[in-house]
């Protein structure tokens, strides 16, 4: 009962698991308690079978063991106790029993002699393992050139009663040491039946190298199977090793890998490798049992053409292999199918990416027609250098659609690409047709011929015809043909022109159009000639005798000559007679027939090998104009010239505008043109026009082969500015207008039509800068233009100029096209003579009434003036003009005027003197009349300018002292006493005129010392130029006038100032006798008026 | 190729003519012909050839990829036993006898120029777009069979038996690897420099004589 318990708890624990999860704890406790119990229990009843055991391999059979007392040999009876009741024997203690149905089994254990205990056991599948047989390799297989292991084994089947999955386990060994390189697992099913399986795995490791171990073992899941699964023991082991020979050898070889991917190379060798070499590359070595190594190349690079070198170095020996690292091949692109003659399709393709690979290893290229089932291998040319990629496939009679896939393979992969083709509608491109030929028809048609290899049996070609003419003018024409077999095709090519060059060629298509052929070679022909299709263009001209018609023509164009024109015929017929000339070569295109006034009409015919043309007509007179034509003027745009003209329904053939250079002499023809009957403008352009030159155009209009005037017009096609100035010519001069005349400028020079004259003028000399450039241009404000547009005036006169002026006259002519030269002359107008009288007289009256009038005026106020400045009695208390001094000098003295620094001194030198000349002053009555000469003589002296500065003279200090001043002082001295000079030594100066001029004041003073005197004569020959008795003319100069007011300013207001002390004059001037030597001066009223009474 | 080869001699004849005057047997066996010309053509040959032993060499190398290519590359442990060895001591060589020294001299060009066809048509395996290399190869051996017709010229002229053409190779191992073929080109181009060498000295020799 123990051991139910026992077996019971972990069904127990089974059940448990359902539980609760708060129930846990108490289920361990009590399980605990029971163990424990258990334990107890066993320990009593040794001699009892216990802890029985069951497992399973089948699931069908259970093999039970149980545990008893050794050392007996013992007979157990096994007993199932159910309804069945089935009892085993054994020997052993083990037994077994065929698999019990699900659920709780009492199973007793009975050892037959021994009664001492029989065992009881429930036992249930739940407790039963499932281990499966141990399995077997039945056969373990290499393929050493692919590193492959093969395993074969069977999975015994047929033992199971159910379907089960199974995996299997597969360990895979290497090197004696067994080192475990994979364990791999492989799932398979039972189905009841013994079943052979196959394995395989590709090793890394070349196999030759080293010996690969296999052993394996298995897991059987069957799903109805309730008890423990567990793995089956690993099955024995089985191994692959490769006999070496004597020779080392290196593996793999001749790989052929993908680029990127790793290889494992190894070296099977009896010696020790001291080196390994991938390329350029050194590799670790990795030891393989014995001496042999192996090497991993990692990501391996494409390789050279020859592959890639693996090399081991040993001590004497070399060995290795090759590695070629490529790329499968691409999938080849641009597949193309067509045919070029409906027997041979050709297909081409690009390979794409290269393989890298060559050799044997290149791709190889199979071409196959799914629906024929035919296929075609590429055979590489011998040429590497040349490859090109296309296969040659025949084509099957009556058979459209092709289907083909082309096959890229190399030993790294395979590709493929497909094409369905409809042969005969869009894939014929046809040969270049050969044997090309042209031949004439007619002068306006040839034949084409050509060869076209190919079976266009049953099908219309399309063929282009490129024509193209000697002036390059292409034109392309469709021509379809029936199509046969390898032969020759014919079409006719018309509406071409007669004698023309023409270049053919020609390329063909089918006429379900997928490609042209190639054009054929070009042939050049020429057509044959036609009758000319036109009369030449013709005119007539009367020579300038008048008594010659000359005949003009125009060579005829090529597609109107048809052929090489070989002459003309002319012929001039009127009613009465008729004139002809023939067979005029070729190159003549004009003639001259003598023909009186008469109406002729003159045809012209053209003729070439083939014919003549239809004659030209023209009337030989013109039909006079009613009204007369007034000259037009036109000016053209550059290149030609525009002429309009109203619509004349009379004028039914045509217009015709010659036109002429105007300055030829001659008759005037240059060229014509004829312009259709309905237009009413024309453009005339040529060559030969050139711009600034003047040509006439007439225009006719054509009635009944007549023409007749229209129009005449004069133009340029361009405008220029006039090449050269107008001449011109002065005319007359006066003293202030010109008259200039000029001419005409000749019309070649004119090179416009004139549109005036700008004259310029203005005062200017010859060779001066001044004027050199004239014109609106240089913008002289002195310059004066005049425009004049009237240009038939041919004369001008400039008026309001200056006399006896040099003028600068210029003169330009101007036309639209630009101002031309300039042309300049230099006048001097004439002198206005009665001008120059009136300046000179107007002045000189002005003068006399002006000293007229003052005369007068100074004659009949003379006593006045006289009672003013010059009263009789000098007293200076009556003079009034001293009056108003009187004031400043009373406090000092009532003799003198003083300014400040005024000095007491001075006034007593003065008023000693005063009373010397009181005498004396009676005694000179008229120095004038008794001292002419002196005054004469004094005369020159009087303009010298004496300027001193005004002293303080100290004449009481008889100091050395004053030595210094004593220049100065003694200017003082002389100015005041010289005046006095005269009356004291009338005499000496008279005889000494000379000393007179050097005075010597101290001589006649009583107060000057000795010492002064000493100076004063020292100083004698610096104021030798000093005369202030001779300068009476300066005592009166009050006046502004007088040429010593300009000297300063200062002096001017001191000037004659009867107090002044700068004054060199008196301040009580001689009366009567200074006056006279005053008259000898310079120009003075003063003097003017005093001298009138003494005349 | 001719034209190219012809270009290259610097004899005046052009090397197709002389090739065909030197592989031809001579005809007339029974008149007694003076060896001094045909030792001096062949001697002639065999210096010009010398000139271009390193080249093929050097060119066989370079396309064969490293180890081969690198500079300075040499491994005299590489042997073939279908070849001949020409290094023979200078004692054993000078004690020959002329007709044993022509007649090992004859049997290395025979082996050599069996071997040079196999050369070259493992090249063109291997390299088959380096048609520079395969020219050389193929002139090579156009030489290699001048000089032995050179040489049986000598032994007629001398009155030696011309001994029997035969098969040098062998059982050509046709599944030789990769490596293997560069191998033995390489074996055979040198062997071909060095029998070349020795071939200048012996018909020097013989030619003092």
Same mark, same amino acid.
């Given at each position: 009962m123990d051991i139910y318990f026992c077996l019971r708890q972990p069904l127990e624990m089974v059940d448990s698991k359902r539980m609760k999860t708060s129930s846990n704890f108490q289920w361990l406790l009590s399980s605990f308690i029971l163990l424990c119990l258990m334990n107890q229990v066993n320990s009593q009843k040794k001699g009892a079978p216990h802890d029985l055991k069951c497992i399973t391999n089948n699931l069908k059979v259970w093999d039970c063991s149980w545990k008893a007392p050794s050392g007996r040999d013992t007979l157990y009876e096994v007993c199932i106790e159910n309804r069945f009741n089935s009892c085993y024997r054994s020997e052993k203690t083990n037994t077994k029993i065929p698999a019990l149905l699900p659920g709780d089994h009492e199973i007793s254990i009975n050892p037959i002699h021994n009664h001492s205990s029989i065992s009881k056991f429930i036992l249930n599948e739940e407790n039963i393992s499932l281990i499966p047989d141990t399995p077997e390799i039945l056969n373990l297989t290499a393929d050493f050139s692919t590193s492959a292991l093969h395993i074969k084994w069977n999975d015994k089947g047929s033992a199971f009663p159910h379907h089960s999955n199974v995996t299997w386990q597969i360990e895979i060994l290497r090197k004696k040491k067994m080192e475990i390189v994979t364990l791999m697992t492989h799932n398979t099913t039972l189905n009841g039946k013994d079943t052979l399986h196959h394995w395989s795995w590709t090793s890394d490791m070349p196999l030759e190298c080293v010996t690969h171990y296999v052993r394996m073992r298995c897991y059987i899941d069957d799903l109805h199977f309730s008890g423990h699964k567990e793995w089956s023991d690993w099955s024995p082991v089985k191994n692959i090793s490769w006999s070496p020979d004597y020779q080392p050898k290196v593996f793999p070889e001749d790989k052929v890998v993908l680029v990127g991917s790793d290889v494992t190379v190894c070296c099977v060798i009896q010696e020790k490798v001291i080196l390994a070499q991938f390329g350029k590359e050194k590799c670790s070595l990795i030891h393989l049992d014995g001496e042999n190594v192996a090497i991993k190349i990692y990501n391996i690079s494409v390789s050279p053409t020859s592959g890639t070198n693996v090399v081991f170095t040993t001590d004497t020996n070399l060995v290795g292999t090759v590695i070629f690292a490529g790329y499968p091949p691409d999938i080849p692109q641009k597949l193309n199918c067509e045919t070029r003659d409906l027997k041979e399709i050709i297909c081409t393709w690009n390979p794409g990416r290269p393989t890298g690979l060559l050799g044997p290893h290149n791709t190889s290229y199979t071409l196959f027609e799914s629906f024929s089932g035919k296929n075609v291998t590429f055979k590489r040319a011998e040429d590497p250098a040349d490859i090109s990629y296309q296969l040659f496939f025949q084509m099957i009679p009556n058979w459209e659609i092709y289907n083909f896939t082309l096959n890229a393979r190399n030993p790294l992969g395979q590709s493929e690409s497909t094409i369905l083709v409809n042969i005969t509608k869009r894939a014929v491109y046809p040969h270049t047709p050969t044997s090309f030929k042209v031949k004439d028809t007619n002068s306006t048609a040839v034949s084409l011929s050509w060869y076209l290899q190919g079976n266009f049996a049953k099908m219309h070609l399309l063929c282009q015809v490129e024509i193209t003419k000697s002036n390059s003018v292409q034109e392309l024409r469709n021509v379809t043909v029936k199509g046969v077999e390898d032969s020759s095709y014919f079409v006719v090519v018309g509406k071409l022109s007669p004698y023309t060059n023409y270049t053919f060629r020609i390329r063909c298509s089918t006429e379900t159009f997928w490609k042209w052929s190639s054009w054929t070679i070009e042939k050049q022909h020429l057509t044959t000639e036609a009758i000319p299709s036109k009369g030449p263009d013709t005119w007539r001209e009367w020579s300038s005798d008048g008594k010659n018609l000359i005949i003009y023509w125009k060579p005829l164009p090529i597609n109107e000559a048809n052929g090489r024109i070989l002459s003309y015929n002319v012929s001039c017929s009127s009613d009465e007679e008729t004139q002809s000339l023939s067979e005029i070569p070729d190159r003549q295109h004009k003639a001259e027939i003598q023909l009186d006034k008469n109406d002729y009409i003159i045809s012209v015919v053209a003729k070439n090998s083939v014919g003549s043309s239809p004659p030209s007509k023209i009337a030989s007179m013109e039909i006079p104009n009613e009204d007369d034509l007034k000259i037009e003027q036109a000016v053209g745009m550059g290149n030609g010239i525009f002429l309009s003209w109203n619509y004349d329904p009379n004028m039914t053939c045509d217009y015709v505008i010659k036109w002429c250079n105007s300055s030829r002499p001659g008759p005037c023809l240059m060229d014509w043109k004829k312009v259709p009957s309905n237009s009413t403008e024309a453009v005339i352009e040529s060559d030969q026009f050139r711009p600034g030159v003047r040509y006439n155009f007439f225009l006719y209009g054509c009635r009944n082969q007549g023409y007749q005037l229209l129009r005449s017009i004069m133009g340029y096609i361009e405008e220029l500015a006039p090449i050269v100035a107008p001449n011109f010519t002065v005319e007359d001069t006066s003293a202030d207008s010109i008259l200039v005349k000029w001419e005409d400028i000749p019309v070649e020079e004119l090179r416009g039509f004139l549109r005036g004259y700008l004259f310029y003028f203005g005062k200017g000399e010859r060779g001066t800068s001044k004027m050199r450039g004239l014109g609106p241009e240089t913008g002289h404000s002195d310059i004066k233009v005049k425009n004049i547009t009237d240009i038939s005036q041919k004369t001008l006169k400039i008026a309001d100029l200056q006399g006896k002026t040099s003028y600068r006259l210029v003169l330009r002519a101007y036309t639209d096209g630009g101002i031309g030269p300039e042309k300049s002359m230099y006048v001097v107008t004439k002198e206005n003579s009665v001008g120059l009288i009136i300046a000179i007289l107007i002045p000189v009256a002005v003068a006399v009434i002006v000293g007229v009038v003052t005369s007068i005026l100074c004659y009949r106020k003379r006593e006045w003036i006289k009672e003013t400045f010059y009263p009789d009695i000098p007293n200076p208390e009556n003079c009034k003009a001293l009056q108003f001094q009187k004031s400043v000098c009373e406090g000092n003295s009532a003799l003198t005027l003083e300014m400040n620094p005024c000095t007491p001194n001075n006034v007593e030198v003065l008023e000693t003197r005063t009373v010397v000349p009181k005498i004396e002053d009676t005694e000179i009555v008229s120095p004038v009349a008794e001292h002419p000469e002196d005054s004469s003589e004094a005369e020159p002296e009087n303009h010298v300018v004496v300027s001193y500065c005004p002293p303080i003279i #100290? #004449? #009481?200090? @008889?100091? @050395?002292?004053a030595d210094e001043a004593g220049g100065t002082s003694q200017v003082i001295y002389i100015d005041v006493q010289s005046m006095y000079q005269p009356q004291a030594k009338p005499e000496e100066q008279e005889n000494d005129p000379v000393g007179g001029s050097g005075y010597k004041p101290q001589m006649h003073l009583p107060v000057s010392s000795p010492v002064e005197d000493g100076t004063a004569e020292d100083d004698l020959d610096d104021t030798a130029g000093y005369r202030p008795q001779a300068n009476v003319s300066t005592w009166h100069l009050v006046s502004p006038d007088s040429p010593r007011s300009t000297d300063s300013n200062s002096e001017v207001v001191s000037f004659g100032s009867p107090c002044s002390i700068n004054s060199r004059q008196f301040l009580l001037p001689p009366k009567d006798e200074d006056s006279p030597k005053s008259t000898g001066g310079g120009w003075s009223f003063t003097n003017f008026f005093q001298n009138k009474p003494n005349d | 190729q001719d034209q190219e080869f012809g270009a290259d001699l610097w004899f005046p004849l052009p090397a197709p003519l002389c090739l065909l005057t030197l592989l *031809?047997?001579? *005809?007339?066996?029974a008149a007694p012909i003076s060896p001094a010309k045909p030792i001096s053509q062949a001697y002639s040959l065999a210096l010009y050839m010398q000139k271009n032993t390193s080249t093929l060499l050097q060119t066989y190398l370079q396309y064969q990829g490293s180890p081969f290519s690198d500079p300075g590359f040499s491994a005299p442990e590489l042997q073939l036993s279908s070849l001949p060895s020409a290094a023979v001591s200078f004692k054993i060589w000078h004690a020959l006898e002329d007709a044993e020294r022509l007649s090992r001299a004859q049997g290395a060009f025979l082996a050599l120029t069996q071997h040079l066809q196999l050369v070259g048509d493992d090249q063109t395996d291997l390299n088959p777009d380096s048609p520079i290399l395969l020219a050389q190869l193929r002139a090579a051996r156009l030489r290699a069979q001048g000089l032995l017709g050179n040489m049986a010229a000598i032994m007629t002229a001398l009155g030696l038996p011309i001994p029997p053409e035969e098969d040098t190779l062998g059982l050509v191992r046709f599944g030789a690897s990769a490596f293997e073929r560069k191998c033995r080109g390489y074996v055979v181009t040198r062997e071909y420099g060095h029998w070349t060498d020795r071939a200048v000295r012996d018909l020097a020799l013989l030619k003092a004589k």
């Amino acid at each position: 009962m123990d051991i139910y318990f026992c077996l019971r708890q972990p069904l127990e624990m089974v059940d448990s698991k359902r539980m609760k999860t708060s129930s846990n704890f108490q289920w361990l406790l009590s399980s605990f308690i029971l163990l424990c119990l258990m334990n107890q229990v066993n320990s009593q009843k040794k001699g009892a079978p216990h802890d029985l055991k069951c497992i399973t391999n089948n699931l069908k059979v259970w093999d039970c063991s149980w545990k008893a007392p050794s050392g007996r040999d013992t007979l157990y009876e096994v007993c199932i106790e159910n309804r069945f009741n089935s009892c085993y024997r054994s020997e052993k203690t083990n037994t077994k029993i065929p698999a019990l149905l699900p659920g709780d089994h009492e199973i007793s254990i009975n050892p037959i002699h021994n009664h001492s205990s029989i065992s009881k056991f429930i036992l249930n599948e739940e407790n039963i393992s499932l281990i499966p047989d141990t399995p077997e390799i039945l056969n373990l297989t290499a393929d050493f050139s692919t590193s492959a292991l093969h395993i074969k084994w069977n999975d015994k089947g047929s033992a199971f009663p159910h379907h089960s999955n199974v995996t299997w386990q597969i360990e895979i060994l290497r090197k004696k040491k067994m080192e475990i390189v994979t364990l791999m697992t492989h799932n398979t099913t039972l189905n009841g039946k013994d079943t052979l399986h196959h394995w395989s795995w590709t090793s890394d490791m070349p196999l030759e190298c080293v010996t690969h171990y296999v052993r394996m073992r298995c897991y059987i899941d069957d799903l109805h199977f309730s008890g423990h699964k567990e793995w089956s023991d690993w099955s024995p082991v089985k191994n692959i090793s490769w006999s070496p020979d004597y020779q080392p050898k290196v593996f793999p070889e001749d790989k052929v890998v993908l680029v990127g991917s790793d290889v494992t190379v190894c070296c099977v060798i009896q010696e020790k490798v001291i080196l390994a070499q991938f390329g350029k590359e050194k590799c670790s070595l990795i030891h393989l049992d014995g001496e042999n190594v192996a090497i991993k190349i990692y990501n391996i690079s494409v390789s050279p053409t020859s592959g890639t070198n693996v090399v081991f170095t040993t001590d004497t020996n070399l060995v290795g292999t090759v590695i070629f690292a490529g790329y499968p091949p691409d999938i080849p692109q641009k597949l193309n199918c067509e045919t070029r003659d409906l027997k041979e399709i050709i297909c081409t393709w690009n390979p794409g990416r290269p393989t890298g690979l060559l050799g044997p290893h290149n791709t190889s290229y199979t071409l196959f027609e799914s629906f024929s089932g035919k296929n075609v291998t590429f055979k590489r040319a011998e040429d590497p250098a040349d490859i090109s990629y296309q296969l040659f496939f025949q084509m099957i009679p009556n058979w459209e659609i092709y289907n083909f896939t082309l096959n890229a393979r190399n030993p790294l992969g395979q590709s493929e690409s497909t094409i369905l083709v409809n042969i005969t509608k869009r894939a014929v491109y046809p040969h270049t047709p050969t044997s090309f030929k042209v031949k004439d028809t007619n002068s306006t048609a040839v034949s084409l011929s050509w060869y076209l290899q190919g079976n266009f049996a049953k099908m219309h070609l399309l063929c282009q015809v490129e024509i193209t003419k000697s002036n390059s003018v292409q034109e392309l024409r469709n021509v379809t043909v029936k199509g046969v077999e390898d032969s020759s095709y014919f079409v006719v090519v018309g509406k071409l022109s007669p004698y023309t060059n023409y270049t053919f060629r020609i390329r063909c298509s089918t006429e379900t159009f997928w490609k042209w052929s190639s054009w054929t070679i070009e042939k050049q022909h020429l057509t044959t000639e036609a009758i000319p299709s036109k009369g030449p263009d013709t005119w007539r001209e009367w020579s300038s005798d008048g008594k010659n018609l000359i005949i003009y023509w125009k060579p005829l164009p090529i597609n109107e000559a048809n052929g090489r024109i070989l002459s003309y015929n002319v012929s001039c017929s009127s009613d009465e007679e008729t004139q002809s000339l023939s067979e005029i070569p070729d190159r003549q295109h004009k003639a001259e027939i003598q023909l009186d006034k008469n109406d002729y009409i003159i045809s012209v015919v053209a003729k070439n090998s083939v014919g003549s043309s239809p004659p030209s007509k023209i009337a030989s007179m013109e039909i006079p104009n009613e009204d007369d034509l007034k000259i037009e003027q036109a000016v053209g745009m550059g290149n030609g010239i525009f002429l309009s003209w109203n619509y004349d329904p009379n004028m039914t053939c045509d217009y015709v505008i010659k036109w002429c250079n105007s300055s030829r002499p001659g008759p005037c023809l240059m060229d014509w043109k004829k312009v259709p009957s309905n237009s009413t403008e024309a453009v005339i352009e040529s060559d030969q026009f050139r711009p600034g030159v003047r040509y006439n155009f007439f225009l006719y209009g054509c009635r009944n082969q007549g023409y007749q005037l229209l129009r005449s017009i004069m133009g340029y096609i361009e405008e220029l500015a006039p090449i050269v100035a107008p001449n011109f010519t002065v005319e007359d001069t006066s003293a202030d207008s010109i008259l200039v005349k000029w001419e005409d400028i000749p019309v070649e020079e004119l090179r416009g039509f004139l549109r005036g004259y700008l004259f310029y003028f203005g005062k200017g000399e010859r060779g001066t800068s001044k004027m050199r450039g004239l014109g609106p241009e240089t913008g002289h404000s002195d310059i004066k233009v005049k425009n004049i547009t009237d240009i038939s005036q041919k004369t001008l006169k400039i008026a309001d100029l200056q006399g006896k002026t040099s003028y600068r006259l210029v003169l330009r002519a101007y036309t639209d096209g630009g101002i031309g030269p300039e042309k300049s002359m230099y006048v001097v107008t004439k002198e206005n003579s009665v001008g120059l009288i009136i300046a000179i007289l107007i002045p000189v009256a002005v003068a006399v009434i002006v000293g007229v009038v003052t005369s007068i005026l100074c004659y009949r106020k003379r006593e006045w003036i006289k009672e003013t400045f010059y009263p009789d009695i000098p007293n200076p208390e009556n003079c009034k003009a001293l009056q108003f001094q009187k004031s400043v000098c009373e406090g000092n003295s009532a003799l003198t005027l003083e300014m400040n620094p005024c000095t007491p001194n001075n006034v007593e030198v003065l008023e000693t003197r005063t009373v010397v000349p009181k005498i004396e002053d009676t005694e000179i009555v008229s120095p004038v009349a008794e001292h002419p000469e002196d005054s004469s003589e004094a005369e020159p002296e009087n303009h010298v300018v004496v300027s001193y500065c005004p002293p303080i003279i #100290e #004449e #009481e200090i @008889p100091n @050395p002292v004053a030595d210094e001043a004593g220049g100065t002082s003694q200017v003082i001295y002389i100015d005041v006493q010289s005046m006095y000079q005269p009356q004291a030594k009338p005499e000496e100066q008279e005889n000494d005129p000379v000393g007179g001029s050097g005075y010597k004041p101290q001589m006649h003073l009583p107060v000057s010392s000795p010492v002064e005197d000493g100076t004063a004569e020292d100083d004698l020959d610096d104021t030798a130029g000093y005369r202030p008795q001779a300068n009476v003319s300066t005592w009166h100069l009050v006046s502004p006038d007088s040429p010593r007011s300009t000297d300063s300013n200062s002096e001017v207001v001191s000037f004659g100032s009867p107090c002044s002390i700068n004054s060199r004059q008196f301040l009580l001037p001689p009366k009567d006798e200074d006056s006279p030597k005053s008259t000898g001066g310079g120009w003075s009223f003063t003097n003017f008026f005093q001298n009138k009474p003494n005349d | 190729q001719d034209q190219e080869f012809g270009a290259d001699l610097w004899f005046p004849l052009p090397a197709p003519l002389c090739l065909l005057t030197l592989l *031809l047997p001579p *005809l007339s066996s029974a008149a007694p012909i003076s060896p001094a010309k045909p030792i001096s053509q062949a001697y002639s040959l065999a210096l010009y050839m010398q000139k271009n032993t390193s080249t093929l060499l050097q060119t066989y190398l370079q396309y064969q990829g490293s180890p081969f290519s690198d500079p300075g590359f040499s491994a005299p442990e590489l042997q073939l036993s279908s070849l001949p060895s020409a290094a023979v001591s200078f004692k054993i060589w000078h004690a020959l006898e002329d007709a044993e020294r022509l007649s090992r001299a004859q049997g290395a060009f025979l082996a050599l120029t069996q071997h040079l066809q196999l050369v070259g048509d493992d090249q063109t395996d291997l390299n088959p777009d380096s048609p520079i290399l395969l020219a050389q190869l193929r002139a090579a051996r156009l030489r290699a069979q001048g000089l032995l017709g050179n040489m049986a010229a000598i032994m007629t002229a001398l009155g030696l038996p011309i001994p029997p053409e035969e098969d040098t190779l062998g059982l050509v191992r046709f599944g030789a690897s990769a490596f293997e073929r560069k191998c033995r080109g390489y074996v055979v181009t040198r062997e071909y420099g060095h029998w070349t060498d020795r071939a200048v000295r012996d018909l020097a020799l013989l030619k003092a004589k």
